[in-house]
């Protein structure tokens, strides 16, 4: 399988449909079925006690499925979640970026299964583990 999106048109295609959260992500690598996606972890990101919040973690493995799923089809805005998991296992280090570690493992014609694993920069062990089932629109 092959990529129908780079790192800087996801990039692109993120800041001009999804402004208010482009800012958020930065991508750290991309392969055929596979992104690494940060969360830039900033006061808004943490809840009391200052660590992660647990939607902020929602939505980077949300994101990154997401993109995930239109590098490998293009760029089709309506792609929709239509399945969430999350499992938090450990907290996260207080004030550190989030890293996704996201493969898909199923690309179909209308449904693209992932599964991330999240960790605290600097951290061996994952913070918490997602798993979400994207709708393709017909094309």
Not at 71 to 81: E, H, K, N, S
């Amino acid at each position: 399988m092959t990529l129908k999106m780079t790192a800087g048109e996801l990039q692109a295609f993120m800041e001009r449909e999804f402004p208010q959260v482009a800012e958020d992500f930065a991508i750290d690598r991309l392969a055929p079925m596979e992104i690494d996606l940060r969360l830039k972890v900033a006061e808004r990101h943490l809840r009391p006690g200052g660590t992660v919040s647990g939607p902020s973690m929602f939505s980077l493995a949300d994101c990154a499925i997401y993109l995930a799923t239109l590098a490998m089809i293009g760029p089709q805005g309506l792609a929709v979640t239509t399945n969430g998991s999350i499992d938090f296992m450990r907290k996260p280090a207080s004030g550190q970026d989030i890293v996704a570690k996201c493969r898909l493992l199923k690309l179909g014609r209308v449904l693209a299964v992932g599964d991330v694993l999240m960790f605290s920069a600097g951290m061996e062990q994952p913070v918490a583990r997602a798993s979400m089932t994207y709708s393709i629109p017909p094309r």
